[in-house]
T-cell receptor, first 113, second 109 residues
């Protein structure tokens, strides 16, 4: 079945550590997105990519980095520079052109301990 | 001004009520619009796409007003299972490709 997979589902990080969240899709979508959601809040855009080897900063990119070496994969690294990383992270993909909906992974809950 | 803004919640309604949510967007070049539903601690899922002519799916009706730059969602005959957060989504498309979410409106039936 086609879909988008995020891993791990839960992640604990010590302060000062970098961690990488995985996002893989087999929907053949060109566009991929990373969002952060805090309790009771909407989704805020971190980074997005419309094509392999290219990506753009979203509204809250500071303290995060991404890569897009393959169409299927868009990993997000939460660096030690991100001062408040505890949140729910969601990855999405969609066809370019914007006429169809975005599909989401099940999310990763990151907690700093 | 935020790129996408929604009615503040929460909306608390009795079963059987009709409830409407509005969402405004700032970029007139926005090309496509959606309503998503998000249940607690889950990922968002598509509820409806929003077309210029308006569209209806059972008890749900979505409308787009490009001149005033807002979209709406109407839920008729509310059911307990409709309790969730409803997210307005705007796709800038074209060269930007930004997909922007509103902050969400919580409905409790």
């Amino acid at each position: 079945d086609g879909g988008i997979t995020q891993s791990p589902k839960y992640l604990f990080r010590k302060e000062g550590q970098n961690v990488t969240l995985s996002c893989e899709q087999n929907l053949n979508h060109d566009a991929m997105y990373w969002y952060r959601q805090d309790p009771g809040q909407g989704l805020r855009l971190i980074y997005y990519s419309q094509i392999v080897n290219d990506f753009q900063k979203g509204d809250i990119a500071e303290g995060y980095s991404v890569s897009r070496e393959k169409k299927e994969s868009f990993p997000l690294t939460v660096t030690s520079a991100q001062k408040n990383p505890t949140a729910f992270y969601l990855c999405a993909s969609m066809e370019t052109g914007g006429r169809t909906e975005a599909f989401f992974g099940q999310g990763t809950r990151l907690t700093v301990v | 001004r935020k790129e996408v803004e929604q009615d503040p919640g929460p909306f608390n309604v009795p079963e059987g009520a009709t409830v409407a949510f509005n969402c405004t967007y700032s970029n007139s070049a926005s090309q496509s619009f959606f309503w998503y539903r998000q249940d607690c601690r889950k990922e968002p899922k598509l509820l409806m796409s929003v077309y210029s002519s308006g569209n209806e799916d059972g008890r749900f009706t979505a409308q787009l007003n490009r001149a005033s730059q807002y979209i709406s969602l109407l839920i008729r005959d509310s059911k307990l299972s409709d309790s969730a957060t409803y997210l307005c989504v705007v796709n800038m498309a074209g060269n930007t490709g930004k997909l922007i979410f509103g902050q969400g409106t919580t409905l409790q039936v």
